[in-house]
């Protein structure tokens, strides 16, 4: 069945630098999500990509969406402490119907 | 308002017992989806259901976990002779349109401690 892999599992930072998680798919995906946990919290919605090569931004976070539509990154610029929790991508391959969770970045700040 | 909610929001079972957890999903969202978290992992498909028809249980581990969604709104999930390995955070989402490529909205999950 289709995995979905990301790297690195933990991630600390001091804050004011940046942060790259990534994320790859056995499978070629129709769409990738990215979430975010806060510690004790539920997954919230970021960001859809769609398109093969599509980049999208929201302020200081950056996604990408590679262009074989297998892998994905999320950049964060100049991090902050409100950034701190879990960074999960979801990918639906191209057949089924369900998304596959990868196991999520743990991003810590150090002020 | 508004969110997706979940009751109840702990839960501890003795093995064996049977547990019903209930998800409120936002009002309208035809899309429902059922999660199972374990500590450190990402969330695992669990069961879809569109409007009160169950479209994809592929996910469920064993016939003692049973989902429903009657009259198309609330959702249950119900485990049967709960084991230690059910232990987990169960996740409950909504979406607004038919098909899991949309936006989903998550509750804040049931925490299920199986002793």
């Known amino acids: 069945g289709q995995q979905v892999m990301q790297i690195p599992q933990y991630q600390h930072v001091q804050e004011g630098e940046d942060f790259t998680t990534y994320c790859n798919s056995s499978t070629t995906l129709s769409n990738i999500q990215w979430y975010k946990q806060r510690p004790g919290g539920h997954p919230v919605f970021l960001i859809q990509l769609v398109k093969s090569g599509e980049v999208k931004k929201q302020k200081r976070l950056t996604f990408q969406f590679g262009e074989a539509k297998k892998n994905s990154s999320l950049h964060i610029t100049a991090t902050q402490t409100t950034d701190v929790g879990t960074y999960f991508c979801a990918g639906r391959g191209t057949n089924a119907g369900k998304s596959t969770f990868g196991d999520g970045t743990t991003l810590t700040v150090k002020p | 308002g508004a969110g997706v909610s979940q009751s109840p929001r702990y839960k501890v079972a003795k093995r064996g017992q049977d547990v019903a957890l209930r998800c409120d999903p936002i009002?309208?969202?035809?899309?429902l989806f059922w999660y199972q978290q374990a500590l450190g992992q990402g969330p695992e498909f669990l069961t879809y259901f569109q409007n009160e028809a169950q479209l994809d249980k592929s996910g469920l581990p064993s016939d003692r976990f049973f989902a429903e969604r009657p009259e198309g709104s609330v959702s249950t999930l119900k485990i049967q002779r709960t084991q230690q390995e059910d232990s987990a955070v169960y996740l409950c989402?909504?979406?607004?349109?038919?098909?899991?490529?949309?936006?989903?909205?998550f509750g804040p999950g049931t925490r299920l401690t199986v002793l």
């Open positions: 989402a909504s979406s607004s349109r038919r098909g899991p490529a949309d936006t989903q909205y």
């Open positions: 009002s309208g969202h035809v899309s």
